[in-house]
């Protein structure tokens, strides 16, 4: 019987160097960065010397190693991971949790919502469910992805009226995440947004200069196109592996008559 080889587990060096490269830089570059002699690390990458634990956090650091990855480093070189992950709902993160409803409360009558790194919704204000009339039961199912809830065509895709320059820039936005993550779930689901049959995109509905700076989104409800931009705010230095990952995404209007309807749909 035949049994399946298991796949070896890169050594922190290995870890470190792939890292490095990602992050295209040369020993040197990263050597002087992190005012460590490049000989010292050329032996950490090729495993010729055991990096201690301050000085793998240390690299981390200067390479921009997501946190769950930093634990990912430690582990492999033996050391107890250093990052905590918790649910947003757990009693240790009340203070965050409790931000993060103020904030989502605070911009009303604007749409905004809570993501996690994988786009899952964790929370939202009463705004953003205003513009979900007419999708699919199946796509608000738990755990809701935001990604796939504006572009599959049982979603918001066809109500987008700006739908294929929406589209290219939520996949930019999530290329460039998973340029600096290399995480597994970010490419499949790369991929299943990719595969998406996308509706035709209604006629265009004006021309917005602002959007030489940035994407506004263009959704149609009841009748009526809002024009949104959307912004997005993170915690500056999380040291949970939950808030490192979550993200607010806020959505406010990109001309007076999308804010006057947004105030109007409040009101009902």
Known sequence: MSTATPRKRLAVGELLRDWRRQRRLSQLA??????????????VE??????????????????????????????????????KERPLCDPALEAARSAVDQILKGLEPYPAL??????????SNQATLRLLA????????????????????????????????WRAHLLDRLRRQIDASSDPHLIA????L??????????????????????????????TVLCLFSTTTVFGTPVDITLAELALEAFVPADAATA?????????
Do not use: C, K
Not at 30 to 43: D, K, M, P
Not at 139 to 154: D, I, Y
């Open 30 to 43: 990263l050597a002087l960065r992190a005012e460590i002699s490049t000989r010292h690390l050329s032996f």
């Open 46 to 83: 090729s495993g010729r010397a055991q990096p201690s634990r301050g000085m793998i956090l240390h690299l981390a650091e200067y390479l921009d190693v997501p946190l769950r990855e930093r634990n990912d480093l430690l582990i492999a070189a033996g050391f107890a991971p250093r990052f």
């Open 114 to 123: 809570a993501v996690d790194r994988h786009w899952h919704l964790l929370a």
């Open 134 to 165: 007419g999708v699919s039961a199946a796509l608000l199912q738990p755990p809701v992805n935001v990604l796939r809830l504006s572009l599959h065509p049982e979603g918001l895709a066809p109500r987008i009226r700006n739908l294929p320059e």
């Open 189 to 192: 689901l790369q991929q299943e």
């Open 194 to 223: 990719r595969s998406l049959s996308a509706p035709d995109s209604p006629a265009h509905v004006g021309d917005h200069p602002e959007a030489s700076i940035a994407v506004p989104i263009q959704l149609e409800v009841d009748g």
């Open 260 to 268: 006057e309807r947004l105030r109007e749909l409040a009101l009902r």
